[in-house]
């Protein structure tokens, strides 16, 4: 047999609480083989990151620690090592894909510098020159267009998606035997997954790189796992090899969450979004015909570059392009498209979050120029749940505080009211009102979403523009929440503008989908259109990159040409020309080009 790479033996971890410590993982034992891939598979807060962190000693102490077990690697136990000896390992041995990029990344340091310190983090002698041209390799291994010009950029400069690749080139600096990926690709759309996917399977095949990688996408596990570890409250309740986990699963906690599983083309032959289709729904709650709830139109965005001695504008970032489109009363409204096509900044300047020219009209009324108290009455209307659940929540703050801010600011609710109204939000969400009083930090960040969830729903809006609110949801939770989104539209008859990469979810909620490239629609049309008979080349390509939650099916042998994507950047004075687009007929549209 096979000598394991690494062994992992009776893995007990214990968190601090007011009532005493409390286990979060407790005597996981498993073996990881060179060359190939465990999947820790779970719901949020199931001890999976609890997990990666103790292999890489990067526990919040004195909050967190060690209470038993080892973990050897070449003979030595990682878990009881100094930290001057793990500082060693830490990169050069096992690197490791954090969850969410925006927290791994030093918001001060320019992407070249971050990367360029990983490459010389262990005394790379071949100088500053040669570590920025490895840099700039890593960029374009994960698929990084103009990889030059980011690294002069700061992470607030790229799309989710983009940090999210950056942050993988970092973990690969080094070429580790081991790499630790938690949710590496949950910020990253469909096409450039199937990318990243298949890069980690080419340093396995060229490297022997061995993998533990954490997911709630079955989809992932299906293609990349050789064994499956299934935890819950800490412990494991099944470890099997992949194809016996989707065959023949054991456990009903398994079982429950490979039928939460949304599967790309259950819904063929349906018009209405799935809990639509699957009961008889109130007649208020049907999209309606009457003045739309939201009416863009020819939405432009763009941003000037700065540069020079002076730092004036040398270039111009077109985001978004002369898009028009409307959302109805009771309609959910999905945008889809590769990271950086201009989804989010979408959803931004509907918010005036973004400087803007054309004409949003929010029931009617416009938004143009609108800021401070006269923004106030729009903002009652819709809100907003952004695709980082980190970033927007306060540190500061107590999560009950959080949900219950929305509510003070517009004068909804007070003392006793406003307590019952926060607690009926948690439950509603997934989340016990015992967990009411901790800090965002306290949570995983699925949990975190949650509470963005609720706090968008706090003031019952008539509009809710969803950025991947689901993204980093495990597969039930994420089932949950999709069902709470639509029996709340069809209890309230509220509108969704919902933004996602996800095409089996978007397949499941929506309405009518619209196909974002480069800052424009390059098809339209309702759900059954844009699934069952997609027409532009890039729909076809978003639908092919889906992966599949069937072992016999993943490991396709499609993958993503990985040819740098066009960049949005323009010179000052271009001016762009878009084709007309072919009408199918029923308000399926197509653009050429």
């Not at 779970?42 to 000693?57: D, F, I, P, V």
């Not at 070429?175 to 949710?183: S, V």
Request: net charge neutral; charged share 25%.
């Amino acid at each position: 047999m096979t000598s394991s790479l690494l062994s992992v033996k009776e893995l007990t971890v214990q968190v601090a609480t007011p009532t005493g410590p409390k286990v979060v993982v407790e005597r996981l034992s498993f073996d990881l083989l060179p060359g190939r891939t465990l999947c820790l598979a779970g719901e949020s807060g199931s001890g999976k990151s609890m997990t990666a962190l103790s292999l890489m000693q990067l526990l919040p102490k004195p909050m967190a620690r060690i209470a038993g077990g080892s973990a050897t690697l070449d003979g030595e136990d990682i878990l009881a090592l100094p930290e001057a000896r793990m500082r060693q390992i830490r990169g050069r041995k096992i690197g490791m894909i954090f969850q969410e990029p925006m927290t791994s990344l030093d918001p001060v340091m320019t992407v070249g510098n971050q990367l360029i310190g990983a490459i010389t983090a262990h005394g790379n002698a071949s100088g500053r020159r040669a570590a920025r041209v490895r840099a700039v390799e890593l960029l374009d291994q994960v698929q990084i267009p103009e990889p030059e010009r980011r690294l002069g950029q700061y992470p607030h400069e790229l799309s989710g998606g983009l940090r999210q690749r950056i942050v993988i080139a970092m973990a690969l600096a080094q070429n580790p035997r081991i790499l630790i990926a938690d949710e590496p690709t949950t910020a990253l759309d469909v096409t450039v997954q199937a990318q990243i996917l298949a890069l980690i399977r080419k340093l396995q095949a060229d490297h022997g790189i061995s993998v533990i990688m954490i997911t709630h996408d079955m989809g992932v596990v299906a293609e990349m796992a050789d064994e499956v570890l299934v935890m819950k409250h800490g412990r494991t309740v099944e470890h099997a090899t992949s194809r016996d986990h989707f065959a023949h699963p054991q456990d009903a906690y398994t079982k429950e969450l490979l039928s939460a599983v949304p599967r790309l083309g259950e819904m063929a032959g349906t018009e209405a979004p799935k809990r639509a289709a699957a009961k008889s729904v109130a007649a208020g709650s049907q999209p309606g015909d009457e003045q739309p709830m939201l009416d863009v139109e020819n939405l432009t965005v763009r941003f000037d570059i700065k540069g020079g001695f002076l730092q004036r504008p040398v270039r111009r970032l077109h985001a978004v392009e002369g898009i028009s489109f409307s959302v109805r009363r009771g309609e959910t409204l999905s945008l889809v498209g590769e990271s950086g096509c201009g989804k989010s900044t979408t959803g931004k300047a509907l918010l005036n979050l973004v400087p803007w020219t054309g004409d949003i009209r929010v029931d009617g009324r416009s938004t143009h120029g609108l800021r401070g108290s006269s923004m106030r009455p729009i903002l009652r209307d819709v809100q907003m749940i952004f695709q980082d659940p980190y970033a927007s929540l306060d540190p500061r703050m107590r999560v009950c505080d959080l949900v219950a801010e929305p509510l003070v600011i517009h004068g909804l609710a007070s003392g006793s009211e406003l307590r019952d109204r926060v607690e009926y939000l948690f439950k509603r969400v997934g989340l016990s009102p015992e967990q009411m009083k901790r800090y965002p930090h306290e949570f995983s960040g699925g949990q975190r979403q949650r509470i963005c969830i609720a706090r968008a729903l706090s003031l019952s809006p008539k509009l809710i523009v969803a950025d991947e609110s689901v993204a980093a949801l495990d597969v039930s939770i994420q089932a949950q929440v999709l069902d709470l989104l639509q029996d709340i539209q069809d209890e309230t008859g509220v509108s969704y503008l919902f933004i996602s990469h996800d095409m089996a979810v978007v397949e499941q909620i929506s309405h009518r989908v619209a196909v974002m490239y480069m800052g424009r629609f390059v098809e339209t049309g309702t759900r059954r259109q844009i699934f069952e008979n997609p027409q532009h080349p890039y729909t076809k390509k978003l639908m092919a990159a889906v992966p599949v939650a069937d072992p016999g099916r993943a490991r396709r042998d499609f993958v993503p040409k990985a040819e740098d994507l066009p960049s949005p950047v323009r010179a000052l004075d271009y001016v762009p020309s878009f084709p007309p687009p072919s009408d199918l007929g029923g308000g399926h549209l197509v653009w050429s080009g």
